[in-house]
């Protein structure tokens, strides 16, 4: 009995000790699970002082609808270009002007006026990447820069193939190769996208996430999928390329930005002018795996990532590359009709 | 359980042939995990020769070890605290006349068996964030608070079926001696229940241990447990370090069942 007081006592000081979380030298970092190199996070520690905790989450649903709840003792939040919008509308978002800190100077122009943050008066950038088409050159040695390799596969293709099961990915993807606008509400091209995917979905063998281990056995030969996932695989199968399709394919960024409610605000600061050093930028980029959006970065990033084509886009497919916004509510509606009969 | 004894299920033709493949089933997808937790590459699916890497760099990760401490923290004491509200409310459902609302009391004992997760998840989302906003205090007191409840259907469940196996007579005769309801509670029903408790507190300390939806939506800055660490790994890149965790944590159940079988096995000589 006596032991299970002490047990209960315990407990109970533990939870009044993890409660005091705010005190000075502290930060929240609220970001992708898997997504922060520990290395960055000692070298902010040593440089000034600032213990970071970082929690992860596994979508931007999750994050938003923790954020939005309120009371949630985050600082910074990482959501994706398609989801800033959102965060900036519905007023969670501090417009902490990173385009006035010192280490702006290093952002990549490229990125400095983008749709979802103009000028960039809330976030920063963290990593970017694109969806494209994984292909085993081995079973198919014809083009892989189109999207006909998912959606009109050729015969060496069919039934090795796999798609990402997400919808605003594979939507905005379909969309652009029937030869329409992202976010269209054009039922006509929405007839053709969905008459497209389920005539393309039945050479089809999966709707998953994982690729890298099914491409290195030899199950999958093409996927739409990510670049990062891509540039891995090729370490595990020397004969996977990336195609980047010449209908068009999205692009997506991860941001960084500061919370209105956060309770650690000129920490957060510090934190975001810190990962626009170049040498910062590349401890993120060395650790996920994907392009951060800093200048002179590539002095200090993994040699192996510098040369990849599936990290830096070559230049005649850049033009195709398309940030996906975000979709009004009733186009989303109809997406998640076409994607919810596709899923069957 | 009380059906008639002539009839022995395992002599029924087939039994062993249908008992091996329910095991089988039951088993065998741990057994890649765990293999594959020894590899020697970063792959979880390619075998690349054997070697201990990913158990010292999950045993070496901070993240994995504040994540595991957190999770048993939580579990135990949201174990402790479902399985004394169990137990309270089995003693309140059986020991007593029946009343009028008592299948409805049932329901709303096991109503986080019914409510799918993500509704309590969401549920507990506001109603903390009111809370939270409203003290400040962003402790670990929520996620035990959640976990306790919904734990304690899972508590409840086996403490209440062996209490309705109890015979009655031992604590009507207590009774009759003249011990006080709490003494006769002490001496008699409590040491006859405590392998029901123990089912219990089991079973609560698990799903606990377990849970990945309400803990996701409750937790606050730095309470990611062990099941919310690798959820966010698998979206992103998974290696066998997942397996390692997972086969560690595989071990700690099954020591942990063990010792309670043991422990009620001798109980019962």
Not at chain 2, 127 to 147: P, R, S
Not at chain 2, 215 to 222: D, N, Q
Request: proline share 6%; charged share 15%.
């Amino acid at each position: 009995m006596n032991h299970k007081l002490i047990g209960t006592f315990a407990g109970i000081a533990m939870i009044g000790t993890a409660g005091a979380a705010t005190a000075a030298g502290e930060l929240n970092l609220y970001n992708w699970g898997n997504y922060t190199n520990p290395e960055l996070l000692e070298k902010f520690e040593q440089q000034h002082g600032i213990k970071v905790t970082v929690t992860g989450y596994d979508s931007n649903d999750t994050a938003l609808a923790k954020v939005k709840a309120g009371g949630h003792g985050f600082d910074i939040v990482v959501p994706s270009s398609s989801y800033v919008p959102i965060w900036v509308n519905e007023g969670l978002l501090l417009e902490s002007r990173p385009d006035q800190m010192e280490n702006f100077k290093h952002m990549d122009e490229q990125w400095v006026n983008v749709d979802w943050d103009p000028g960039r008066h809330y976030t920063v950038p963290w990593q970017w990447g694109s969806v494209g088409m994984m292909v085993d050159t081995s079973v198919y040695s014809g083009d892989i820069n189109t999207s006909a390799i998912v959606f009109d596969p050729p015969q060496e293709l069919i039934g090795k193939i796999n798609v990402a099961p997400e919808m605003g990915d594979v939507m905005s993807t379909a969309i652009m190769y029937v030869g329409g606008e992202p976010c269209t509400s054009d039922k006509a091209v929405l007839k053709k996208v969905r008459d497209k995917l389920m005539e393309a979905k039945s050479n089809w063998k999966s709707m998953d996430y994982g690729v890298i281990e099914r491409f290195a056995g030899r199950d999958l030969a093409a996927s739409l999928y990510w670049n990062g996932a891509a540039f891995r695989t090729r370490e595990k199968n020397a004969d996977v390329r990336y195609g980047y399709p010449k209908e068009g394919y999205p692009l997506w960024m991860d941001s960084a930005t500061i919370l209105k409610d956060a309770k650690n605000v000129d920490n957060a600061k510090i934190f975001l002018n810190f990962i626009m050093e170049p040498e910062n930028a590349a401890l993120i980029s060395a650790f996920a795996r994907y392009a951060n959006g800093i200048k002179g970065s590539e002095a200090y990033m993994p040699k192996d990532m510098l040369d990849a084509p599936e990290v830096v886009i070559p230049q005649e497919f850049l033009a195709a590359g398309r940030f996906t916004p975000t979709c009004p509510p009733e186009v989303q509606k109809m997406y998640t009709a076409i994607w919810t009969e596709l899923q069957k | 359980m009380a059906s008639s004894r002539p009839f022995a299920i395992r002599r029924v033709p087939g039994f062993t042939t249908i008992a091996i493949i329910c095991f089988a089933l039951l088993y065998m997808p741990l057994a890649p995990l765990v293999v594959y937790s020894f590899n020697a590459g970063t792959s979880i699916a390619l075998w690349e020769g054997f070697s201990s890497r990913w158990y010292e760099a999950a045993w070496q990760n901070d993240l994995v070890q504040e994540a595991t401490i957190r999770s048993f923290v939580i579990a135990t004491l949201a174990s402790l605290f479902s399985t004394i509200l169990a137990t309270m409310a089995a003693l309140g459902t059986t020991r007593t006349q029946p009343f009028p609302g008592q299948t409805a009391i049932y329901a709303m004992i096991n109503q986080p068996l019914m409510v799918p997760e993500v509704v309590t998840a969401v549920a507990l989302l506001i109603f903390f964030a009111i809370i939270k906003t409203a003290t400040d205090y962003y402790g670990l007191a929520y996620l035990v608070g959640a976990h306790t409840a919904f734990c304690i259907p899972f508590a409840y469940l086996p403490i209440r079926a062996r209490l309705e196996g109890m015979d009655l007579t031992l604590e009507t005769a207590a009774a009759d001696l003249y011990a006080t309801p709490w003494n006769t509670f002490r001496r008699i029903t409590l040491p006859l229940l405590l392998p029901g408790v123990l089912a219990g507190a089991m079973l609560a300390f698990v799903i606990s241990l377990d849970d990945v939806i309400i803990t996701e939506f409750v937790k606050a800055a730095g309470q990611d447990t062990l099941p919310t660490y690798m959820l966010g790994q698998l979206r992103r890149q998974m290696t066998p370090e997942v397996n390692a965790i997972s086969t560690a944590l595989l071990a700690i159940s099954v020591v942990l069942v063990t010792i309670v079988f043991l422990l009620s096995r001798n109980r019962a000589k």
